[in-house]
Nanobody
Framework: QVQLVESGGGLVQPGGSLILSCTAS????????MAWFRQAPGEEREFVAG????????YYADSVKGRFTISRDNTDNAVYLQMNSLKPEDTAVYYC????????????????????WGQGTQVIVSS
């Protein structure tokens, strides 16, 4: 399984921005769709944003649509999450994950669809 490492979390004021990065250990990363999930204390892990293997298809949870942007750079084996207009309810640990299937462009929003996960990065939105 590919190893994933997230970075970029931190403390930000409401209305601020952060960009999260997720770097993969293997070049086979380019064959897999990727996603960001988040988990707040006491809550289930929820889908945030997804991108297919080529980067041509992106999709978002309604709660972040218009504020967050997912992108990938297959030359750097990395996927990013640009987060703007952050709200306190965005506070959570954010995880990146890779699809279980190669070269698949289906829109997948369930954790069970993803086989590799990073360790997570904490985002706190507070004044």
């Amino acid at each position: 399984q590919v190893q994933l490492v997230e970075s970029g979390g931190g403390l930000v004021q409401p209305g601020g921005s952060l960009i999260l990065s997720c770097t993969a250990s293997e070049s086979t990363f380019i064959d897999y769709g990727m996603a960001w999930f988040r988990q707040a204390p006491g809550e289930e892990r929820e889908f945030v944003a997804g991108i297919n293997w080529s980067g041509a298809v992106t999709y978002y949870a309604d709660s972040v649509k218009g504020r967050f942007t997912i992108s990938r750079d297959n030359t750097d084996n990395a996927v990013y999450l640009q987060m703007n207009s952050l709200k306190p309810e965005d506070t959570a640990v954010y995880y990146c994950a890779s699809d279980r299937l190669r070269l698949n462009s289906s829109r997948k929003t369930q954790p069970a669809d993803y086989g590799s996960w990073g360790q997570g990065t904490q985002v706190i939105v507070s004044s």
